[in-house]
């Protein structure tokens, strides 16, 4: 059982490209989210999806946008990256029903130069 | 105000003490509570879930307090490999999210 998959694990890119952060999740849960990280700081939520075909704004979600393709599969796209999106990106999944624990994927390591 | 609260720390402890955080929430309709580790920017990943009635887990104690919207985390005898940043999680009522404080830093020294 997988649980999360988070690709790709590290990636570099220079200001303006644009790149997607995939995310799939094998436990039939519900709700997905996109967090980022930098350091010293606690996880910020960038956008959560409660179900498939829904998507909502977190705190942080200026310069990303969201797919929630089904219930499986949550991605994250940059489409002008900025230095500033330098972070840690983990994406989670919660079952559904009362919520239970959320699962992680391993993070994305994302350096803008 | 934050919907979850936590104090940041860093709590410098020496190993074999005693140490509780508390973290406090806004949403009265809140239902299920959680305590994560997450070690060095790795992913979080589950302490402990926190039951109405309290619940522990060797050295480790949960509580929650309904009536004053906080949950506690307490670790007896602590140990070196404890180090590292807990988070609190509490879900969102209705929004069918899960919401996470901004975490705890422990440093245990020999």
């Known amino acids: 059982n997988a649980g999360v998959t988070q690709t790709p694990k590290f990636q570099v890119l220079k200001t303006g490209q644009s790149m997607t952060l995939q995310c799939a999740q094998d436990m039939n849960h519900n709700s997905m989210y996109w967090y980022r990280q930098d350091p010293g700081m606690g996880l910020r939520l960038i956008y959560y999806s409660a179900s498939e075909g829904t998507t909502d704004k977190g705190e942080v979600p200026n310069g990303y946008n969201v797919s929630r393709l089904n219930k499986r599969e949550f991605s994250l796209r940059l489409e002008s990256a900025a230095p500033s999106q330098t972070s840690v990106y983990f994406c989670a999944s919660t079952g559904q029903g009362r919520i239970t624990e959320a699962f992680f994927g391993q993070g994305t390591r994302l350096t803008v130069v | 105000r934050k919907e979850v609260e936590q104090d940041p720390g860093p709590f410098n402890v020496p190993e074999g003490a005693t140490v509780a955080f508390n973290c406090t929430y806004s949403?009265?309709?809140?239902?299920?509570f959680f305590w994560y580790r997450q070690d060095c920017r790795k992913e979080p990943k589950l302490l402990m879930s926190v039951y109405s009635s309290g619940n522990e887990d060797g050295r480790f104690t949960a509580q929650l307090n309904r009536a004053s919207q906080y949950i506690s985390l307490l670790i007896r005898d602590s140990k070196l490999s404890d180090s590292a940043t807990y988070l609190c999680?509490?879900?969102?009522?209705?929004?069918?999210?899960?919401?996470f404080g901004s975490g705890t830093r422990l440093s245990i020294r020999p």
């Open positions: 949403n009265s309709a809140s239902q299920s």
């Open positions: 999680v509490v879900d969102g009522g209705s929004a069918s999210k899960i919401i």
